[in-house]
């Protein structure tokens, strides 16, 4: 039996779809294989985790699991999995990467899986055919990057292993690299339908065990999986000016699909660390610069250095107030057009000596003690 998935997750019955995804994110962190080599509770976890999301993610799935529990997910197929597939590990053999799931089946597939599982046939018209291609599964991945490296951006190296289609057969799993012919004794369905009584049962067909096709001789590369596990590495652009939070999408990077099917993606969530000198609103940056009171008072210049490494020389107007921002145009983040940037804005502090010397004092005292033409002066 499955364990509940929301309390796998730690989330409640009414859990939002972002909270879900959130809760999925920190345990499956917690529990990856790179953070605990060796680690069989941590491993076991790690499937329970993604076992959960994988019901929870899918409003489908999801709206099966609240109406019939664990019995919507008890099919009855020759490899023991449920309907959905729920259990297989995305991540494959201790790769770092995300399910972000593959096709989702129907209410009517559901129902007609969960049929099969008590031996009845013929549910919704029309048959299911298992040996149709599967797109593979999306793999997400996530890097944090500096400021800087946002304002100019990079490329990012990622190293992981994953299934990958098998090029020796073209992923269908044969030693000539041709579709496995249909099994004829099922015409491909993986079922077989036989009379007990009043009602037409289904089982798995025996000679092609449930699959649906024959593979006579199997690919010596893959052994007739149609994928193998490599190593691999992928180069990911991060563009200028990209976002924290921002999810970029190589399309067909991800795992190998089943029976010659397109691969999934491959995600990767950028998310940028606080700078030291800068805040960040949109496209354009905020940086705090303490100014000396006379500078304020009287007007001047101050030198500042840009994100992009540029000095700067910036006129205040005298009367300058702490807590004024000044603009500088052009100064902040590209923005999403080509060639377009935020601004700048400096946000002015005071800077308050904490030595003088004699002459000094005696300066600020005469001053204290002038009459001021208007209030406001301090």
């Given amino acids: 039996m499955n364990k509940n998935p929301y309390e796998v997750l730690g989330v409640s019955k009414n859990a939002s779809e972002e909270d879900i995804k959130k809760a999925y994110h920190k345990l499956v962190m917690k529990y990856h294989p790179d953070k605990n080599p060796g680690d069989k509770d941590a491993e076991e976890k790690f499937k329970e985790v993604n076992n959960a999301f994988d019901i929870l993610k899918d409003p489908q799935k999801r709206a099966a699991y609240d109406r019939f529990g664990d019995a919507a997910f008890a099919g009855g197929n020759a490899s023991g999995a449920n309907p959905f597939g729920a259990g297989a590990n995305p991540f494959g053999n201790g790769a770092f990467h995300f399910d972000m799931g593959g096709g989702a089946a129907g209410m ?8 099969r599982g008590f031996g009845f046939a013929g549910f919704g018209g029309g ?55 249909v099994c004829s004794r099922c015409g491909g369905t993986g079922f077989v339908h036989t ?31 149609g994928t193998v596990h490599k190593n691999r590495t992928l180069e990911v652009k991060i ?64 030198d500042i250095r840009t994100i992009d490494d540029k000095d700067l020389s910036v006129k205040v107007p005298a009367g300058t107030q702490v807590g004024e921002k000044l603009r500088v145009r052009g100064h902040g983040m590209p923005g999403r057009r080509a060639g377009s940037f935020g601004d700048l804005y400096i946000e002015i502090g005071i800077s308050i000596p904490t030595k003088l010397t004699e002459k000094q004092k005696k300066i600020l005292k005469d001053f204290s003690e002038t009459k001021p033409a208007k209030k406001g002066w301090f």
Wanted: glycine residues 12%; proline residues 5%.
């Fill in 195 to 225: 009379q007990r009584g009043f009602f037409a049962m289904e089982t798995p067909c025996p000679d092609c065990n449930g699959l649906g096709h024959k593979i006579d001789k199997k690919c010596s590369e893959c052994d007739g999986t």
């Fill in 239 to 302: 563009p200028a000016g990209i976002e924290d939070g921002a999810r970029l999408r190589l399309a067909g990077q991800g795992e190998a699909g089943v029976n010659g099917g397109p691969a999934g993606d491959f995600y990767l969530d950028v998310h940028i660390r606080p700078d030291k000198r800068f805040e960040r609103v949109g496209s354009d940056l905020i940086m705090h610069v303490e100014v000396p009171f006379t500078t304020l008072a009287l007007g001047g210049e101050i």
């Fill in 108 to 115: 009517e597939d559901i129902l007609r899986e969960a049929m």
């Fill in 127 to 181: 048959t299911n055919n298992r040996t149709s291609a599967k797109s593979g599964r999306d793999l997400l991945d996530e890097v944090v990057i500096d400021l800087k490296d946002a304002y100019f951006g990079k490329t990012h190296t990622v190293k992981f292993s994953s299934n990958v289609k098998c090029e020796k057969c073209s992923g269908y799993g044969t030693a000539d690299g041709k579709p496995a012919p």
